[in-house]
């Protein structure tokens, strides 16, 4: 009933076309997140959810309604800006019961809601402040309550903690989580925070320069990656991505090659593509120094510390590859062995950049 | 303060800095600060600017000033010309820079630069133009008029009417200036504070009064005194141009009173006590002000 | 779409405001080129039945035109150079120097804005008359040197300039005329033009003074012609006023067309009083 769908949407600042032909459902009560780099069109997807900007072609459903030219006061929607958008000359418990008060609402259920906001988000003792006496957290919070106290069933959040440090990050993610597990809103909510995005989203949805990468679980977002940019923008070494022909049974990476198994031979006759993109994430590229057979042969041309961990970067004929490991880290100059995961690996249509798939099993 | 070392260098510096401001300075000494106190010294005076000595009356004047009826009829005239002036070139601007900025949207630049032309013509000019435009016999809108079957009335000779026409002339000026500085104050205003409350629903004039002015209230205070200060000297103009002050002291303000009983009636003592007192209420205006820019200079920055 | 009916409601209203304000010019100018009976018939026909410069000639040879506009001119240009420069010395002392009583002085320099210019008029007409100076060019320009108003959009203007590119340059002990002529000049060029522009607009429009120092019609200013001219002749032919409005107001026209931008956005910036 509160669900949320965008049908063929465009949207377009004069010739400049931010989002193209979105389609995108998002279900009830669920969390989605919108993910993507900075002008990806996130931001303006979450604001035409909230009727703050046109929609310039297509459909944008609410709970099973048109709303394209319904204004954002009628649409019933809860919004968390990025700088809070507070009212600065209010104090902290006018700020959160301002818009109750403006449709005046029974005074007793004011009082009500608003106390239980300010208890549930800890701003006991604050209610008499002015925003400019608040801390970054606090201002955080206060922006929380106002948006919780409607009683919305939409709850959208535009990068709610993007202005908190990371340890007030933390607590307020599990706070956010534990406010939409007490109301179940339709939460829609953008970030550019990977970490972030698959912690608080039940599915999260990726944008490119205002186009759906990929829209699906957490884990799948990470394991099974619909398209190149999405295996590139997932996790941190990012996925290592290498152009490869498919032929006759034979993985070949400049120049080199091993023997690729059934199950992918099956998706690449498939495809009927013999031009590819292989992935593989730094953290299943398994090196050693000991000779091995059926694998990709590279020199070590750079390590890096992280402390736990090393970043090995090894160059197969001069393709480049990074391997995480943690044990039997090799030096520079080395020679290793790269003999790939096929449970881990990626294929890709070079030409359309899309998953070719993945094998049954 | 720029960095320096040494302490030499922060002597010389303060030097310097007073010679830079010296030449202003001179020009305000000279003709803005000696002026006010001699004034305050003439407005103990009876003297007509050309006998060799002046009589000391003491507060003679300033109890004439509040004992004459006449001096209640003008400052009631001020007290309209500020009130329309207000609604003019205060609430008008303001309003319409709300609906521009936050209902509209487009078109400022046009907009900007159309109602600022006004202000850079003279009013005297201006007066001609209104003359001719509202003559009751002759001028467009009486011709309008009369195709609607009504006559204009002899403005300039009706107490009341006049008072709104001179006002409408100089606010023909004034409207510009104040409707760019409003504008800016209001595009000043947090899009997204304005963006939460249409969220909530809330109706526009309740955005207007509960979010948009309060936010741009150190822009509305400004705009407020500077209509009052500034518009009530504007209207000398007109006044002297077209009606000097009457019929019968109906269109005479504060400010025209003071020139009149100085330069028409050779008066000093009298203008000056009433430049006086006009003065002390635009202080207390002024005071008023520095107590809310305190506050509100927050917002803006 | 749903808004664009109440949005073209306050276009409308928008759009009259502007033609309200701008019709008297409008009219003006198309008087100004009517002839008088022309005029009287066909009040509300903008475009003039036997377009002529009567008017114009009328002019000429009715007041000291070009005399007049010459003396319009030296003031506001003597008063504009002068209150320029000073007010951008003393800006740029508030802005970058400290020496005591500074904020003081800055205060009560500003405040001088709401002082009405009746308390000063006599003090000044005498000083004027005792210097000899009733019915000069001279005696006009003076009083009208002290305005704090450039120094206050000036100071402003300099504000926004980064501190650290002053420091920096001031770090190679470069002198601080070299600093006002190199870095803060070009800089602030924009706010400099404008202030001198509001200047030089105001001076020219400036109707006070003139009326109270000049006598002879010789030494007059524009605006001072324009209002005896008007009082003199009862009946002066309207059309003739027009052309003397027209040509008083065009060269604050002017100098607004070719600096709107620069003028605008320094009064933008005036509002927010910090």
């Given at each position: 009933m509160y669900d949320i769908k965008f049908q063929n949407v465009m949207k377009a600042y004069g010739k400049n076309?931010?989002?193209?032909?979105l389609n995108l459902d998002i279900k009830e009560s669920e969390r989605l997140v919108l993910l993507g780099?900075?002008?990806?069109?996130k931001t303006t997807t979450l604001r035409m959810i909230a009727g703050l900007e046109e929609i310039t072609e297509g459909k944008l459903y609410m709970g099973g309604r048109v709303v394209n030219n319904v204004s954002s006061g009628e649409r019933n929607v809860a919004m968390v800006f990025q700088n809070y958008a507070l009212f600065p000359h209010m104090t902290v418990e006018d700020n959160i019961s301002y818009g109750l008060k403006v449709h005046k609402l029974d005074p007793a259920e004011i009082r009500k809601r608003t106390d239980h906001a300010i208890d549930m988000l800890d701003l006991?003792?604050?209610?008499?402040?002015?925003?400019?006496?608040?801390?970054g957290g606090q201002r955080q919070r206060v922006a929380l309550a106002r948006a919780v106290v409607k009683r919305s069933p939409y709850f959208l959040l535009d990068e709610p903690l993007s202005n908190l440090d990371a340890q007030l990050r933390l607590h307020a993610r599990k706070e956010l989580v534990k406010i939409h597990e007490m109301y179940h809103q339709t939460l829609v909510y953008v970030t550019h925070d990977q970490v972030e995005a698959m912690t608080v989203g039940n599915r999260i949805a990726l944008m490119y320069q205002g186009v759906l990468q990929m829209i699906d679980t957490p884990s799948n977002v990470y394991n099974r990656p619909a398209n190149v940019f999405t295996a590139k923008f997932i996790g941190s070494p990012p996925t290592n991505i290498a152009e490869a022909i498919v032929n006759e049974g034979k993985l070949i990476i400049s120049g080199q090659n091993v023997s690729l198994p059934e199950g992918w031979l099956k998706k690449v006759k498939e495809n009927n593509c013999d031009k590819l993109y292989f992935g593989i994430r730094p953290e299943y590229t398994r090196i050693t120094t000991n000779y091995t057979e059926n694998a990709f042969t590279g020199i070590v041309k750079y390590i890096e510390d992280y402390g736990n961990k090393f970043g090995v970067y090894f160059e197969v004929n001069g393709t480049e590859f990074i391997s995480v490991c943690d044990e039997n880290v090799p030096v520079k100059g080395e020679t290793v062995y790269f003999a790939p995961d096929y449970s881990k690996i990626y294929l890709f249509n070079h030409e359309s950049t899309k998953s070719i798939g993945y094998p049954e099993g | 303060m720029l960095i320096t070392k040494k302490q030499e260098r922060n002597k010389r510096n303060g030097l310097l800095g007073y010679l830079l401001i010296l030449p202003s300075f001179l020009a305000f000494a000279v003709f803005m600060f000696w002026p006010l106190l001699r004034t305050i010294y003439l407005s103990f005076f009876e003297w007509n600017m050309i006998k060799p000595y002046k009589k000391f009356v003491g507060f003679a004047n300033y109890v004439e000033m509040f004992q004459n009826p006449q001096t209640y009829k003008i400052m009631g005239n001020t007290m309209v010309y500020i009130l329309i002036l207000l609604v003019l070139n205060f609430i008008a601007p303001y309003v319409l820079s709300f609906v521009l900025s936050i209902i509209i949207k487009k078109g400022h630049n046009i907009y900007k630069r159309i109602f600022f032309l006004p202000s850079v013509i003279s009013l005297v000019v201006g007066s001609m133009l209104y003359l001719w435009i509202l003559n009751p016999v002759s001028g467009p809108i009486a011709v309008i008029a009369k195709m609607l079957g009504q006559t204009l009335p002899v403005w300039s000779k009706s107490e009341g009417l006049v008072l709104v026409v001179l006002s409408l002339i100089t606010s023909w000026k004034v409207f510009g200036y104040n409707f760019i500085v409003t504008l800016a104050g209001v595009s000043g205003v947090s899009k997204e504070a304005v963006e939460a409350a249409r969220l909530d629903n809330v109706p526009m004039w309740r955005i207007f009064m509960d979010i948009v002015f309060p936010m741009s209230s150190a822009t509305g205070i400004y705009v407020f005194i500077i209509t009052i200060v500034q518009g009530l000297q504007y209207v000398f103009t007109p006044i002297k141009v077209i009606t000097q002050g009457g019929p019968n002291f109906a269109s005479s303000n504060m400010i025209y009173n003071s020139y009149q009983e100085a330069f028409t009636y050779f008066r000093t003592g009298s203008s000056s006590a009433f430049s006086i007192v006009t003065m002390v209420l635009f202080t207390i205006l002024l005071v008023l002000e520095f107590k809310f820019v305190e506050k509100g200079v927050y917002y803006e920055n | 779409m749903r808004t664009k009916l109440s949005e073209i409601k306050w276009h409308l209203m928008l759009t009259a405001i502007a033609l309200i304000l701008i019709i008297p010019i409008i009219f003006a100018i198309s008087n100004s080129f009517k002839t008088l009976s022309d005029a009287y018939s066909n009040i509300l026909n903008i475009i003039p039945s036997n377009p002529t410069l009567n008017n114009y000639l009328q002019v000429f040879s009715q007041l000291p035109f070009w005399r007049i506009t010459l003396n319009t001119f030296l003031i506001s240009a003597a008063v504009t150079v002068f209150k320029t420069v000073t007010s951008f010395l003393a800006a740029y002392a508030f802005v970058y120097f400290v020496f005591k009583g500074k904020n003081i002085i800055y205060f009560i320099l500003i405040s001088t804005i709401f002082i009405p210019f009746t308390v000063t008029m006599i003090p000044n007409y005498l000083t004027i008359s005792s210097l000899g100076l009733s019915d000069s060019l001279l005696g006009v320009i003076l009083p009208q040197l002290s305005d704090a108003i450039g120094i206050f959009l000036l100071r402003q203007s300099m504000r926004s300039i980064p501190r650290s590119l002053v420091e920096a340059v001031y770090l190679e002990n470069v002198s601080h005329i070299r600093i006002m002529k190199d870095i803060i000049l070009p800089l602030a060029r924009p706010a400099v033009i404008s202030t001198g522009i509001i200047f030089f607009i105001n001076s020219w429009n400036e109707y006070v003074w003139p009326v109270l120092i000049l006598k002879s019609q010789d030494h007059y200013t524009l605006s001072l012609a324009l209002q005896t001219y008007v009082s003199q002749e009862s009946g002066t032919e309207f059309t003739v006023v027009m052309a003397v409005s027209v040509m008083a107001m065009l060269p604050p026209l002017i100098l607004y067309f070719i600096f709107q931008k620069y003028i605008i956005d320094t009064f933008t910036l005036s509002g927010l009083k910090g």
């Open positions: 076309v931010v989002i193209n032909n780099p900075s002008g990806c069109g006991k003792g604050l209610e008499n402040r002015k925003p400019k006496e608040l801390s | - | -």
